[in-house]
């Protein structure tokens, strides 16, 4: 019995292992994708390289090549890798304590809690791990407003085409996407989307039972898509109008990434809440979600919570963090680098219309609209050892650490060059 169990599994591992090198082969992976069968769900399509050590903006392999990381993480590694105040915050607080539960009062949490709610818009702060569970709060927390308001019918949320809001169940439906939805039972409920940009379809979205609208205010996965500014205002006034509440998914721009600290700062203008993760534990792993008292009033002793959110360790790195990217100038710097490197893209779009159809984004969170298909570049560029990220829309995703120098942007830049030439020369041949 055990026997044929495990010849059959061998079987079917064997066929699994073909069909995967097969579809590899398809679409034309190469050396870049894995081949192999591994003991993980492989829910990822990974490279295949592996790296061990990281140093500012440079990821090692075990071999020691050395890859300019211009993805950072997926926005992550906001101070790029094992900088220094990060480590020892971490070492210090690995000494001293690394998790008492929420049942105690943990004061790097409160300490945390309260720089961010002094630097932004927020009187409160809910710890979580992740950015889909910021989110999750995000939308509970307006929910439960309605509720304590005597108004608990309204919990329905307006969310954009387009959005990416994380992978729990409740944020693909959020989000939307069919890719994410597909195969995973009903969406759940709650959730209703509209064009992104579109007032009048906020508008008319808009019922009694709609609790709130959430935005991210510049769309990263759907691939670095912008609404204006004005558009953010304009969803201010309308949920002001209506009484309902405004969420920012600033899960990718926060942090400095936009050249702001939050990029509704660019706004000129604040949410009622905010989600927040990425960049904050600069690699370590933290979510947070912030509000208004007002907003946050119906989240009550016992009404939500997390065991690890908060925990010793994310909120001694978290406070690193915020260290350096409040400390005067750091905004500034990253503002002015982001100018850099934006011209510089311009000149290669103009030199590469065949490869680069369009350059946009805010600060350090850049997209580069492709007109062949964005991983052809990603491709190429890895074979230039530099990192970047794909996204939605064709895109391919530059995303820097922050604490990146302009000798980096030079040689990004003559890396994308080259890369974009190789692109644009095997387009000729074909
Ligand atoms: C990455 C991301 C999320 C999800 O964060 P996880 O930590 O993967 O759960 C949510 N919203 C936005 C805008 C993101 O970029």
Redesign the pocket.
């Known amino acids: 019995m055990h026997a044929r169990l495990t010849a059959r599994a061998d079987a079917l591992e064997s066929n699994i292992h073909k069909a995967a090198i097969g579809l590899a082969a398809f679409f034309g992976f190469g050396e870049y994708k894995r081949d192999t069968m591994s003991a993980l769900v492989p829910t990822y399509a990974r490279a295949t390289l592996a790296f061990v050590k990281g140093e500012g903006v440079y990821l090692e392999t075990a071999e020691g090549e050395r890859y300019l990381d211009f993805g950072a993480g997926?926005?992550v590694a906001s101070l790029g890798h094992a900088h220094p105040a990060l480590v020892s915050a971490l070492c210090e607080q690995a000494q001293a304590l690394w998790h008492t539960s929420n049942l105690y009062s943990i004061p790097g949490q409160e300490r945390l809690g309260e720089r961010l709610a002094e630097a932004t818009f927020a009187d409160q702060v809910f710890f979580a791990n992740?950015?889909?569970?910021a989110?999750e709060c995000a939308v509970k927390m307006a929910r439960k407003y309605h509720a304590a308001q005597g108004d608990g019918g309204r919990y329905r949320v307006i969310t954009f085409e387009g959005a990416?809001?994380?992978?729990t169940l409740a944020?693909i439906s959020a989000g939307g996407q069919e890719k994410h939805l597909e195969g995973f039972g009903p969406p759940v409920d709650g959730f209703d989307h509209v064009p992104l940009g579109d007032l009048g379809a906020v508008r008319n979205a808009i019922t009694g039972e709609t609790a709130a609208i959430a935005i991210?205010p510049l769309l990263?996965?759907g691939g670095v898509l912008t609404v204006s500014w004005k558009f953010l205002r304009d969803l201010r006034a309308l949920a002001d109008e209506k009484g309902i509440l405004l969420i920012f998914?600033e899960?990718?721009?926060g942090i400095g990434r936009t050249g702001k600290l939050f990029a509704y700062e660019w706004a000129g203008m604040t949410p009622d809440i905010m989600?927040v993760?990425?960049g904050l534990g600069g690699g370590f792993p933290v979510?947070a979600c912030l509000a208004t008292g007002e907003a946050a009033q119906g989240l009550t002793a016992g009404s939500h919570g997390s065991t690890f959110g908060g925990n010793p360790l994310a909120m001694a790195v978290g406070n690193a963090v915020l260290d350096v990217v409040l400390a005067p100038g750091f905004l500034a710097r990253v503002r002015d680098i982001s100018v850099a490197l934006k011209q510089k893209l311009a000149g290669l779009r103009d030199e590469f219309p065949d490869v680069i159809e369009e350059v946009r984004g805010e600060g350090l969170m850049i997209g580069l609209k492709c007109a062949v298909p964005n991983q052809r570049l990603i491709e190429a560029l890895f074979e230039e050892r530099l990192l970047t990220v794909p996204a939605g829309d064709n895109v391919v995703r530059l995303l820097p650490p922050l604490i990146v120098e302009p000798e980096h942007i030079d040689l990004a830049c003559d890396r994308l060059g080259a890369a974009c030439g190789a692109v644009s020369a095997a387009l000729d041949r074909s």
């Open positions: 997926v926005a992740s950015g889909a569970e989110m990416f809001h994380g992978r944020m991210e990263g996965e998914d899960v990718q721009t989600a993760a990425k979510g």
